[in-house]
């Protein structure tokens, strides 16, 4: 499986940013898929996550993003994305899409290269 985030940049406080990652050589959909995140001097922390089993629809926030942060994914385009809104000093971090693992902990089998987030 190959991750490719995409989507990153600088953007003014309540700023907003759309992340994409492309998502290739998975065996099947039903995979969790998140995003992780680690701000310049800190641990990479978990921020959403989303899986398509247990019929569907399954997403799970980190307190931090919730309801400014939205994942999503499009299985046809195969790309997961996360729409960032009302963007705050403290989302800054190296954000990172993972595929294969369980909600937000770490222990994710495949990972992106990151995109930069400065807000």
């Known amino acids: 499986v190959q991750l490719v985030e995409s989507g990153g940049g600088s953007v003014q406080t309540g700023g907003s940013l759309r992340l994409s990652c492309a998502i290739s050589?998975?065996?099947?959909?039903?995979?969790?898929l998140a995003w992780f995140r680690q701000p310049p001097g800190k641990e990479r922390e978990g921020v959403a996550a989303t899986y398509t089993g247990f019929g569907g629809g399954n997403i799970y926030y980190d307190d931090s993003v919730k309801g400014r942060f939205t994942i999503s994914q499009d299985n046809e385009k195969n790309t997961l994305y996360q729409e960032m809104n009302t963007l705050k000093p403290e989302d800054t971090a190296m954000y990172y899409c993972?595929?294969?693992?369980?909600?937000?902990?770490?222990?994710?089998?495949?990972w992106g290269q990151g995109t930069q987030v400065t807000v």
């Open positions: 050589g998975r065996s099947n959909e039903n995979y969790f």
């Open positions: 993972a595929a294969d693992g369980w909600w937000l902990l770490p222990e994710y089998n495949y």
